[in-house]
């Protein structure tokens, strides 16, 4: 069956991106891998790879100054900016049933 000249080109550049995938069947992508977690970047805030803490739901400790803070200049942004607004915060915190 003929392909498209998209289906051609998709075929002929597969190779290449698969070979960029870091990861394999003892290195698999998880919430605790160094790409998921601060670990790399820190609070940088051009961090590029995962904002978590490898704490499944830890929505607390991640994120970067950005998601903590809020853009400067933008009122209400930022997760400290929230509590104050939020019905659920560090004082009355919810509990997800799964966790």
Known sequence: MACSKLEEIAN???????G??????????????????QAIGGNDPNNIRGKG????????????SVD???VSGIYGTGRKAIYYVNEYNPDNQYQCPIG
């Open 53 to 64: 803490t490898g704490v499944t739901f830890d929505t607390t400790n991640g994120g970067s």
């Open 12 to 18: 002929n550049t597969r190779p290449q991106m698969l």
């Open 68 to 70: 903590v803070n809020g």
């Open 20 to 37: 960029k995938n870091v990861y394999t069947e003892e290195s698999q992508y998880s919430s605790i891998h160094p790409n998921a977690t």
